[in-house]
């Protein structure tokens, strides 16, 4: 199946940094979405990417879906501590029928 | 509105049993999906089906059923329990493939 390489794989920072992750594929997507999973959980939709270009906030989030449309990058800007989770990226392959493919997450720290 | 219904949240099965994990949901999507997570990792696709009557494997099918009988709900069976399948099952919904998915919380299995 298609592969999404999400990276990092893990970040601890100070309240009120900014933080920045991306997920990239080998293959062109149709549609790039962005997931955060607290602690016991489900992933919850945070920001939804339907064109190449497109660039998507929600609130302290920023999302872009990438030219190329084989990546999208996540931003979240002054971080607090309830932003702690795990932020998954989601990709519809370019194929016709195709399922959403999942990254392996970001596990994101922060500390007060 | 209720969503994504799991039940149950936690399970602590033997070795050779059975369960059915219960799926819900009250939007009337098409199209129900099952995952797993293992503990640091991401979600791994069981099983989906895009409408009643309608399923079909996904990445990780060996050891699992499925039955789509209404829109509604989505169950998932374990017929012998084994190690390898202690981990946290989540079930989601969508309008389709490129919409964004709605997750349950998951329900947290346990196999000894």
């Known amino acids: 199946g298609q592969q999404l390489n999400q990276s990092p794989q893990s970040m601890f920072i100070q309240e009120g940094e900014d933080v920045s992750m991306n997920c990239t594929s080998s293959?062109?997507?149709?549609?790039w979405l962005w997931y955060k999973q607290d602690p016991g959980e489900g992933p919850v939709l945070l920001i939804a990417l339907y064109k190449a270009g497109e660039l998507t906030s929600n609130g302290r989030l920023t999302a872009q879906f990438g030219i190329t449309r084989k990546d999208s990058f996540l931003n979240i800007s002054a971080s607090i501590p309830s932003d702690v989770g795990i932020y998954f990226c989601a990709g519809q392959p370019e194929t016709s029928g195709s399922r959403l493919t999942f990254g392996e997450g970001t596990q994101l720290t922060v500390n007060p | 509105n209720a969503g994504v219904t799991q039940t149950p949240k936690f399970r602590i099965l033997k070795i050779g049993q059975s369960m059915t994990l219960q799926c819900t949901q009250d939007m009337n999507h098409n199209y129900m999906y099952w995952y797993r997570q293992d503990p640091g990792m991401g979600l791994k696709l069981i099983y989906y089906?895009?409408?009643?009557?309608?399923?079909d494997k996904g990445e990780v099918p060996n050891g699992y059923n499925v039955s789509r009988s209404t829109t509604e709900d989505f169950p998932l069976r374990l017929e012998l329990a084994a190690p390898s399948q202690t981990s946290v099952y989540f079930c989601?919904?969508?309008?389709?493939?490129?919409?964004?998915?709605?997750f349950g919380s998951g329900t947290r299995l346990t196999v000894v």
């Open positions: 089906s895009v409408g009643a009557g309608i399923t």
């Open positions: 989601a919904s969508s309008w389709d493939f490129q919409g964004g998915y709605t």
């Open positions: 293959s062109i997507f149709n549609t």
